[in-house]
């Protein structure tokens, strides 16, 4: 999956300031400058940590440090297991075990949040929150987080992580366990409790519901292992940090023990009302999709085609709207074109292979299944797939491998 830069203009390398006394923080209202992708990427490697546990594998982030006692903040589904030991990994490779667990939600109703604790005497960065508020529809997130792999493998040694760039889509009210915060950014599962970054490097949201996510319990109705196929939409949705901060009093901190800045980013958002680039009418083309508006949403994607013609991405959504309009040469189109301008784009194969197995041509949607897992091995859902096609071709035993290898990554 693509998480390069290309797509991203490289703004000033200027460090946002904060304000501290004495060791404690004050929340700072001095200006924040925003800094290049390059530069969010090593801020957030230095405060995000794998969660391990014996059952499945998580993202967090610290947000605060007292004494030799740190704070990581993450996605209660990540340690939901009250009978497991879970372990930290920080970015210098080091395991802690975790020392306490207190988990936010008590209810359905109550935002998918967890904070657990551990003890170092090693020094470890801790990260500045913003003002979710400020992340609205068209501005620009940073995603992070460590993808899992299969619980057979030891995935405390072989994950690495995952940054990925992506806009706000849309801000959805009520949604359920608090993921409000919507965006296209591609993600893995593992990455659920990582944090989603601003442009400035503040903290505005928690990662943890993803259209595909296989760790994430937060919509694990399309996430098993069913018979049935899902289409990759690279949707996903975080918890506002807003929300967190508003429930401080359940984690027994104080919110001097946290780095806050919520002055206003200098980096506004694209200004969707007036498109004058691809970039432009391809967000406005996402927030359109997300928001149920497919014919308004391929009229974007068109003019983003045709002011740049080399833009993946565009062909890739325009071709998920098409088949969502039920136009299905015209998603296969799509699909093959973005293959063609990125021969790496694991989800148009995965989506392609769907359409190819809708219209009966099992034989073409079986070679984009493996090709997807050619790219990304821990791609449950596309083993799952393929096993249906290769049942509908007669072959039962290479059908029951695929399920077996797909439940093996992903349990269920």
Known sequence: MSTGYSHFDSLTR????????????IFAVVPVFAKTPQEIAKLAESV?????GKTGSGTGFIIAKQGTTYTVLTAKHVVADTNSTYMIRSY???DHQVTNVVRLRKNENDADLAVVTF?????????????????????EIFVFGYPGVPASRNYQKER?????????????????????LRYNAVTKGGMSGGPVFDRE????????????????????????????????????????????????????????????????????????????????????????????????AVADFNQAIQTQSDYPEAYFYRGLAYFDLRQMPKSIADYSKAIALNASYVDAYYNRGLVLSA???????????????????????????RGLALSDLGDQKGAIDDFNQALQINPG
Do not use: C, M, W
């Not at 073409?364 to 091995?377: E, F, H, N, P, S």
């Open 92 to 94: 210098t490779g080091k």
């Open 359 to 385: 219209l009966g041509d099992k034989p073409g949607a079986i070679a984009d299944y493996t090709q997807v897992i050619r790219l990304d091995r821990n791609f449950a859902a596309a083993y799952n797939n």
């Open 14 to 25: 200027i460090l946002a300031g904060t304000l501290t006394a004495a060791g404690i923080v």
């Open 48 to 52: 995000t940590v794998q969660i391990n």
């Open 201 to 296: 490097g503040r903290v505005v949201g928690i990662h943890g519901e993803g259209d595909l996510d296989y760790d994430s319990v937060a919509d694990t109705d399309k996430k098993v292992i069913t018979g049935s196929a899902i289409t990759k939409t690279g949707f996903n949705s975080a918890i506002p940090i807003n929300t967190f901060i508003a429930k401080l009093s359940e984690t027994g901190l104080n919110r001097s023990a946290l780095l806050v800045n919520t002055s206003t980013a200098t980096n506004a958002p694209l200004k969707l009302n007036n498109p004058q680039d691809a970039k432009t009418y391809y967000v406005r083309g996402l927030s359109r999709f997300d928001k149920g508006d497919l014919s308004g």
């Open 119 to 139: 003890n170092s005497t090693e020094s470890y960065p801790v990260v500045t929150l913003g003002d979710s508020q400020q992340a609205t529809v068209a501005t």
């Open 160 to 180: 690495n992580f995952e940054f990925s760039p992506g806009f706000v889509t849309s801000r959805i009210s009520n949604h359920p366990q608090g993921y409000n």
